[in-house]
């Protein structure tokens, strides 16, 4: 895809005024630039408004950014390299936030070449494009839980000096292979780059792929949901403003040139699918009609991020719990969500 509608603006010129987010119109990355725009930030959003999920819901959200002066949106797929690098070039950013990617675990087994496109072409697209910027302009880019595979819960949860190396998803491979290529574009070419391992972000306009989401479509429609694992898998929810607030302490300290560092953001607090299923029940006012089904190829068994490192970097502490964010969901899911 190519660049569509760019709106330049003089007072965007110089990297004291811009930060690029790209996956604007994604679920963190809106959420990300709303609050960025919220604190005086100027933000330029990069998003190809793909068909993954309901394009009308990316531009929707698209929508909600828009209604503030600072913010402006480009429709550009970041896999076109010279294209994303003239932007760059033309911006000189003082930060780049690279949300862009093809998400979803079991899709993943569908679709090979769209995660070979989006997270590896894409990644070293934006790799690239910021070491042509031959400045200190930081970069700060979402890799995922799923890199740590499948591996049982311990007292300590998921750090990020555990070995990575046994991946249970395709995803979790092109993720793992995002740090490595920053690991090597930040000893090579001093840039300086922060990966943030991301913990099952859930919250009101998020993705309708997510079980959570899904969950709730099918509760509403009064139509059964399978829990595979017998429901018994794990994971670390964490609400989406809790999300934000961690992107944004890790964008306010930079690691400097030469360095590439990486953090867990999770809530630190794991819960079982079914039991995360009577909560949305909960909120929802509704009972689910559940289907027991095996675990699916590439799911794992939980996952249950280790925080301390974020903690000292930025006083990262999750706020949310996590009935009273499936609550703020649900309302949303039941309001403006309904349209989508």
């Not at 790799?127 to 979402?142: I, M, Q, S």
């Not at 049982?152 to 750090?159: I, S």
């Not at 059964?224 to 929810?237: N, T, V, Y």
């Amino acid at each position: 895809m190519i660049t569509v509608g760019f709106l330049y603006r003089p007072s965007w010129h110089g990297a004291d005024f811009m930060i690029v987010l790209t996956g604007a119109a994604g679920f963190v990355g809106m959420h990300v630039a709303e609050r960025l725009l919220v604190r005086g930030e100027t933000v330029c959003g990069v998003d190809d408004f793909n068909a993954y999920y309901s394009p009308a819901l990316k531009e929707a959200r698209a929508r909600r950014l828009e209604r503030h002066a600072g913010f402006s949106m480009i429709r550009l797929d970041v896999a076109e390299a010279e294209a994303f690098k003239d932007l760059l070039l033309r911006l000189k950013p003082r930060a780049v936030i690279h949300l862009a990617a093809q998400a979803g675990v079991r899709h993943s087994i569908s679709a090979p070449f769209a995660y070979e496109r989006a997270n590896l072409a894409g990644h070293l697209s934006v790799l690239e494009a910021v070491r042509a910027l031959k400045a200190d302009t930081p970069l700060l880019y979402a890799s995922s839980s799923s890199v740590y595979g499948d591996r049982p819960l311990n007292a300590e949860g998921f750090q990020e000096t555990d070995p990575v190396d046994a991946p249970a998803s395709l995803y979790a491979a092109t993720k793992r292979a995002g740090e490595l290529m920053s690991i090597a574009y930040a000893s090579l070419y001093g840039l300086s780059s922060t990966g943030l391992r991301f913990f099952t972000v859930y919250g009101p306009w998020g993705r309708p792929d997510m079980a959570y989401y899904h969950f709730a479509d099918r509760i509403l429609r009064d139509e059964p949901i399978e829990l595979f694992g017998e429901g018994l898998l794990a994971r670390d929810f964490t609400y989406i403003d809790d999300i934000v607030d961690g992107v944004l302490g890790v964008l306010d300290h930079p690691p400097g040139p030469g360095r590439h560092r990486l953090y867990n953001i999770g809530d630190s607090a794991p819960v079982t699918v079914i039991a995360m299923v009577a909560m949305l029940e909960e909120a929802l006012g509704r009972k689910a009609r559940t289907v027991m089904r095996p675990p699916q190829p590439g799911d794992v068994t939980a996952t249950f991020a280790n925080i301390e490192r974020l903690k000292a970097l930025c006083g990262y502490h999750p706020k949310t719990p996590l009935a009273e964010g499936l609550r703020r969901f649900a309302a949303w899911r039941l309001g403006e969500g309904a349209a989508f």
